[in-house]
């Protein structure tokens, strides 16, 4: 996977751009970077043109410093896209990622095929997920990144995966160790002021395909699925927590091209 670096204004976003056709861009999650997407990179990129980006803040990427604020990072995407003077792509946002790629389809929906989330929602945190991004920002300020990673990933995984995928738990967490501190903190700051992105959910120009996690300790499959409609694509994959991607990337692959195919992006 070749990789290549792009300031945006900013900060400078860190990219793989891989195979050719109709693009799709990939955005992972907190504490995660595009390494999370290597399994299934090589699949699709064999029928598309595939872009897995950094975050600002997360693996290779700059860290902004400031506030940071979930359109902050649609809009790096969106400079992204336009520097590499690419038309519509279809963007599918993992967790953070998919809070992301909302607020994109919010602000650039011109510059969408379509869009996928990813273990994510369109809800708002609530009282309770705020203070729990309170707590991991004193405790990274105070005591760094290490630990709160070591105690995040194993909880992406479905209980069931643990020992069978010891290797990309353990890869998970080197990702995670590589997070820049600040931007952890950013990125909880950005979660913990998130909009309620339902509405965007509703609009039916675009299609979306939405992709939950049966066994999804984060973000439940009930507030991933939260309206149907028939621009909406909904699948759940059974044997997935928080990670399909690392957890069943064959499935997912199959799902993602199911997508594009029926929505003449073949």
């Known amino acids: 996977?070749?990789?290549?670096?792009?300031?945006?204004?900013?900060?400078?976003?860190?990219y793989s751009d891989d195979g050719a056709g109709h693009c799709i861009i990939l955005l992972h999650g907190f504490c995660g970077?595009?390494?999370?997407?290597?399994?299934?990179?090589?699949?699709l990129s064999k029928?598309?043109?595939?872009?897995?980006v950094d975050l600002r803040g997360h693996g290779h990427s700059s860290t902004a410093k400031g506030d940071y604020r979930i359109e902050q990072m649609a809009d790096d995407i969106a400079k992204l896209i336009q520097v590499l003077e690419i038309?519509?792509?279809?963007?599918?946002g993992h967790s953070l990622g998919g809070y992301v790629t909302l607020a994109f389809a919010n602000r650039f929906s011109d510059m969408l095929h379509s869009f996928s989330l990813l273990h994510s929602t369109a809800l708002p945190d609530d009282e309770g997920g705020k203070a729990n991004r309170e707590k991991g920002m004193k405790r990274i300020k105070e005591e760094g990144i290490e630990g709160f990673v070591e105690d995040l990933i194993p909880k992406?995984?479905?209980?069931?995966?643990?020992?069978?995928?010891k290797g990309e738990v353990e890869s998970a967490k080197q990702i995670g160790f590589k997070t820049s501190q600040y931007g952890a903190i950013g990125a909880l700051e950005a979660m913990k002021n998130r909009a309620d992105l339902q509405?965007?959910?509703k609009k039916e120009e675009l299609p979306i395909l939405v992709i939950a996690g049966r066994e999804d300790q984060i973000i439940p499959a009930e507030k991933t699925f939260l309206h149907k409609g028939n621009h909406i694509t909904e699948r759940l994959l059974e044997h997935s927590g928080h990670m399909g991607m690392l957890e069943e990337p064959e499935k997912l692959t199959e799902i993602i091209f199911e997508f594009l195919e029926k929505n003449g992006k073949i």
């Open 199 to 201: 509405e965007v959910l």
């Open 33 to 43: 970077s595009r390494e999370y997407f290597n399994k299934i990179i090589p699949e």
């Open 1 to 14: 996977m070749e990789h290549y670096d792009q300031n945006v204004g900013e900060v400078t976003l860190s």
């Open 87 to 92: 038309d519509k792509v279809t963007m599918i």
């Open 47 to 52: 029928k598309h043109r595939v872009i897995a």
């Open 156 to 165: 992406l995984f479905a209980p069931g995966n643990l020992e069978r995928l």
